[in-house]
């Protein structure tokens, strides 16, 4: 079982770069998250996607443009990469319904520096 | 406003010994409470859950966390820990008007280190 994959799992990148995270999901989940987690700092919702066409900001959205062109993939995009984007980026997806009953599901996480 | 505070950053324990990390919370609505458990090189994985009545909640791998209201507090403990224990654990928060969006709050985290 697959669950939610992320690629790549690591990048290194110059600053001004561009780039994409692809996070795919095989559960049919409607909802979609993008997250970055910082050392001493938990996660951190960048945007939300509660279905295919649709995304939000979330807490840390400034820099970051996403895209849910279809249901299974939500895609995080760097168009000028910069220093303070160095983390470690993780996707999760989840049924509708309350949190405490469709919880989300992690994917392993996209480690990104930025130089 | 939403917080989520876990006051120890790194925990060293003896295998065999008893654990307990803290979490203090800070939610303007009924609050969902969760604890993950992160080993190295992977996601978020759900230890346990609490939104209402008993307040001791059972999880995965022995863990257990008990809800105290009059603290805002939803501590999360093991009698015995395993070296295998040895992660990162983020407390949560969610519910109210976020629920149904699935929003969550985390803690900075808590690194566990398990001595032989």
């Known amino acids: 079982n697959a669950g939610v994959t992320q690629t790549p799992k690591f990048r290194v990148l110059k600053t001004g770069q561009s780039m994409t995270l692809l996070c795919a999901q095989d559960m049919n989940h409607e909802y979609m998250y993008w997250y970055r987690q910082d050392p001493g700092m938990g996660l951190r919702l960048i945007h939300y996607s509660v279905g295919e066409g649709t995304t939000a900001k979330g807490e840390v959205p400034d820099g970051y443009n996403v895209s849910r062109l279809k249901k299974q993939n939500f895609l995080l995009g760097l168009e000028s990469a910069a220093p303070s984007q160095t983390s470690v980026y993780f996707c999760?997806?989840?049924?509708?319904?309350?949190?405490?009953?469709?919880?989300?599901?992690f994917g392993d996480g996209t480690r990104l520096s930025i130089l | 406003a939403q917080s989520v505070t876990q006051p120890d950053i790194h925990i060293t324990v003896s295998e065999g010994a008893s654990l307990e990390l803290r979490c203090n919370y800070s939610?303007?609505?009924?609050?969902?409470l969760f604890w993950y458990v992160q080993s190295p090189g992977q996601g978020l994985q759900l230890l346990l859950k609490y939104f209402s009545g008993d307040t001791l909640v059972q999880g995965i791998k022995g863990f257990e966390a008990e809800f105290k209201r009059s603290q805002s507090s939803f501590n999360l403990r093991k009698p015995s820990v395993h070296w295998s224990d040895a992660a990162e654990y983020f407390c949560?928060?969610?519910?109210?008007?976020?629920?149904?969006?699935?929003?969550?709050?985390f803690g900075r985290g808590t690194q566990l280190t398990v001595w032989p």
């Open positions: 949560a928060v969610g519910g109210g008007r976020g629920s149904t969006l699935g929003r969550l709050y």
């Open positions: 939610y303007g609505a009924t609050p969902y």
């Open positions: 999760a997806s989840r049924k509708p319904g309350s949190i405490l009953n469709q919880p989300q599901h």
